[in-house]
């Protein structure tokens, strides 16, 4: 199916299923433990080997000599892979390293080995046996110093608009002001897990990732195989945040180790393993520059940033945010991308708006109490309802003032203080602040095959994944929707290389795409049922098992009695995404307390008011939002990637020394979805919000620590340090 005209009035309209606030289908197999994670596939294979990954112990150079004897002579030990047995290795599309290095290591943790054993314990032991000599070579760890150095990445060229020099010269009010980021992991619950297992020339792969097609294609490019001998299983995923998006060392290696040991093969990456073999969300330096006019309206604003990446990589896009999300005639927007030799860095949870957002509403709140203007009414008197770079092409849906408003009288904002430091609560200092939300709606081809059976039983196929979005849930809200059924009619099947290629989870574009690609397999369902019952497609109402046309009702069930009736299709988006800009807004409130005397941290109460078209499901959605928002907390109290500089590593990596939230640090936190539907977006006119969440809310945090002590923190995390001497005097 392809989408090129606004969606009219459809079936999902109804509304009778979807938009429902609905628990999860597969819940109850999540709580009670039965739904297999890609470690847990213990029915699938028979006595399975375990894999353990020796990491490189430098982070640039070579190995000189690798020793493998005393391993190998180690008790339960079945066979050690290396790049030197391996064989002939490709590198997939989506690494920017290779998966397993020799003799050139490219990153400290880069794994060097796999130790295949029959218990796990053993394969550990024996890893540590391994004699291995390196030559080190220097290496770039420090972003700071090569902020000059950094070039112009491909992916983001810049952006110029008007004479922003000029613009920002002859502006009354100006701000100048660098902001950091620090490198930031998915610490994820479950780990980077797989299992693999080939018969004759055919491979299958248990494993934890969030996009199938991409994981598939990438293991078959690795080892050199057709593709067409490669199934990939992912089920179920416990967390990913973009770092599932990718083929880890975990899948390669337990293939490899599978085909060398001759048996099933599971490979868990430790936790250390995780932060330093993984990709994380890399680190940023971001200068803002913000001029106006003396009543506030914004005349020029240049957004320039740096990230680092190994060689190959890609920029982390901070300023993609500025480009787009306030009024002002005259622009400035460039990222730099400097050589570091630190761990792989690349997507993670709204990576570019999450980083960039950090930094921008921070600069809009200096920005308004420069002009001695509320930072909500700065905001809204720079809103725009037109791509600013391009005032011809007009937003589809853009309800970012009406977000700051409802979330402004929900919240109380009127309550706030406008002088920072007079308000109290005993020995705590207490602030409110502010942050927009802004994303992206990215449009991804999605597709499904749906079944229905004789019992009326309606069965949907398709590769997307769940990271514990709900992608089950709303999937089957959908073919009920679309199908006249019950959720109890409805059985989905997900992640698996040998259903139709979707979306995949990712981007926030997800729950979207894949929706519509079920909707539009349904559709080509919806007309093979008429056709077999002899009723008019176009006329036929689906609703309570039945298929309704005129005078006419008949049980759905009744057009499979000859047989199963299969219907596959993909939405394939046109250039409505061209012809009008698609976004999501969203307005994030905070209050915190911050004690007096030592600069402790409190997170009081959170309010997200969120535009994102259609939420297909009230209840998956907030969980979406509330997830992200506790993200948004730690980004902004606690997560760093501690560097070291010499050696060229992440040297808290585990989550004794990278802290994040937890129950105790998270208030009430409340969600409230605006209504919405944007026709421009697919059939389900729908959008994503799962990465909204999670866009601007460090900054309402950084923004509302100022508002309680006056203490502007431009480099994150805000811990006390960074506040201490800052703090108003004690009372």
């Known amino acids: 199916m392809k989408f090129e005209t606004p969606a009219g009035t459809n079936p999902i309209d109804q509304m009778k299923v979807v938009g429902k606030p609905t628990s999860r289908i597969e819940g109850h197999l999540k709580t009670t433990g039965r739904a297999p994670y890609a470690y847990e596939h213990h029915d699938a294979v028979t006595n399975p080997a375990y894999g353990f990954v020796v990491g490189a112990a430098i982070a640039k150079g070579r190995i000189t000599s690798m020793n493998l004897e005393a391993a190998k002579s180690a008790p339960g030990v079945i066979a050690i892979v290396t790049a030197a047995n391996a064989g002939k290795l490709g590198k997939g599309k989506y690494n920017t390293a290779k998966l397993l290095a020799g003799p050139d290591i490219e990153h400290y943790h880069q794994a060097v080995a796999l130790v295949v054993a029959e218990t796990f314990e053993q394969a550990r032991s024996a890893g540590q046996l391994l004699d291995i000599t390196y030559a080190r070579a220097d290496g770039a760890f420090d972003l700071a110093s090569l902020r000059d150095s950094g070039v112009e990445p491909k992916e983001m060229p810049d952006v110029s608009h008007g004479d922003f020099a000029s613009a920002f010269a002859a502006a009354p009010v100006q701000l100048d002001a660098t902001y950091t980021t620090p490198d930031q992991a998915h610490a994820m619950m479950e780990p980077f897990a797989s299992m693999a297992t080939w018969s004759g020339d055919q491979l299958t792969v248990w494993t934890s990732n969030q996009m199938i097609d991409w994981a598939a294609s990438d293991v078959a490019t690795t080892l050199g195989i057709p593709r067409k001998n490669l199934r990939l299983i992912s089920p179920y995923i416990g967390g990913g945040f973009g770092g599932k998006l990718f083929v880890r060392a975990d899948a390669v290696l337990a293939a490899l180790g599978s085909r060398m040991a001759g048996r099933p093969v599971k490979v868990a990456l430790t936790r250390p393993m995780m932060f330093n073999n993984s990709t994380h969300r890399p680190a940023t330096i971001q200068r803002i520059r913000i001029g106006t006019t003396s009543d506030g309206k914004i005349s020029a604003i240049a957004h320039e940033g740096c990230s680092g990446d190994l060689p190959g990589g890609k920029v982390e896009r901070a300023a993609q945010p500025s480009k787009l999300l306030y009024a002002g005639a005259n622009r400035l927007i460039s990222m730099r991308l400097a ?328 208030p009430h936190q409340e969600v409230i979805f605006l209504e919405e539907t944007d026709p421009y977006s697919s059939p389900m006119k729908a959008k994503g919000v799962g990465e909204l969440g999670l866009c601007g809310v460090s900054a309402a945090i950084a923004n509302a620590v100022y508002n309680a002590t006056g203490a502007r923190v431009r480099e994150y995390p805000i811990t006390l340090d960074k506040i201490l001497d800052k703090l108003p005097a004690m009372i």
């Open 339 to 666: 050589t570091l030799d630190l761990p792989e860095g690349n997507a993670m949870r709204a990576p570019g708006e999450t980083p960039g957002l950090m930094a921008l509403e921070i600069a809009m709140d200096e920005m308004a109490e420069k002009l001695n203007l509320d930072p909500i009414e700065f905001r809204i008197l720079n809103d725009t309802q037109v791509d600013p770079t391009n005032p011809e092409r007009r937003y589809s849906q853009r309800q970012l003032s009406e977000c700051l408003r409802t979330g402004a009288e929900r919240f109380g904002w009127n309550q706030r203080h406008p002088q920072p430091g007079t308000q109290r609560d005993g020995r705590w200092l207490i602030g409110i602040g502010v942050g927009v939300a802004f994303r992206n709606n990215n449009l991804v081809k999605s597709g499904a095959r749906v079944r229905l059976d004789d019992k009326g039983i309606v069965t949907v196929e398709t590769d997307m994944t769940d990271i514990g979005t709900g992608s089950y849930t709303i999937i089957a809200q959908t073919a009920a929707e679309m199908m006249g059924v019950t959720l109890d009619n409805v059985v989905v099947r997900l992640g698996d290389s040998s259903f139709p290629v979707s979306s995949g989870s990712g981007g926030q574009f997800g729950a979207n795409c894949s929706t519509a690609g079920v909707y539009a397999a349904c559709v080509k369902l919806r007309e093979a049922v008429a056709q077999k019952l002899g009723v008019s497609a176009e006329q036929a109402v689906f609703t309570d098992g039945q298929v309704r046309s005129g005078d006419k009702s008949l049980p759905l069930r009744d057009a499979a009695k000859a047989g199963e009736l299969v219907a596959e299709d993909s939405i394939e988006f046109g250039d409505l995404a061209k012809q009008f800009q698609q976004s999501t807004f969203g307005a994030h409130f905070v209050e915190v307390a911050v004690d007096s005397a030592t600069g402790e941290i409190r997170v009081r109460r959170m309010l997200a008011v969120c535009a994102a078209g259609r939420i297909l499901n009230p209840t998956s959605a907030r969980s979406q939002v509330i997830g992200a928002m506790t993200m948004g907390v730690g980004a902004a109290l606690m997560e760093e990637l501690a560097v070291d500089k010499r050696q060229g590593y992440f040297v808290n990596h585990d989550l004794a020394g990278y802290e994040v939230p937890v129950h105790a640090d998270i």
